[in-house]
Nanobody, 114 residues
Framework: QVRLVESGGGLVQPGGSLRLSCVAS????????MGWYRQAPGKQRELVAT???????NYAHSVKDRFTISRDNAKNTVYLQMNSLNAEDTAVYYC????????WGRGTQVTVSS
């Protein structure tokens, strides 16, 4: 069983920045792929960014060049740095870990509004 706890969401103005954190209950060095996904009201959950144990990253086209995913194995934490936020980024952001099973966190709300 892997527990994932997200934090760092909140209300931010358009153009602003936020950094999300996801702390895992196990050593993330043993997790091949971790990622951030988001779900806006009335929409399906979608991939935002993923990072592998070898630090290979993948981003959704809509966030490339604005968001950066990173991992700190010593802190068992994955981060999502989000810059130049706009209203379309408003969603609940979920952390995901792909071990032998897929695990999800409970999510953190990000609202971009003036």
């Amino acid at each position: 069983q892997v527990r994932l706890v997200e934090s760092g969401g909140g209300l931010v103005q358009p153009g602003g920045s936020l950094r999300l954190s996801c702390v895992a209950s196990i050593s993330i060095s043993s997790i091949n792929t971790m990622g951030w996904y988001r779900q806006a009201p009335g929409k399906q959950r979608e991939l935002v960014a993923t990072i592998t144990s070898t630090d290979h990253t993948n981003y959704a086209h809509s966030v490339k060049d604005r968001f950066t995913i990173s991992r700190d194995n010593a802190k068992n934490t994955v981060y999502l740095q989000m810059n130049s936020l706009n209203a379309e980024d408003t969603a609940v952001y979920y952390c995901r870990a792909d071990v032998r099973t897929i695990y999800w966190g409970r999510g953190t709300q990000v609202t971009v509004s003036s």
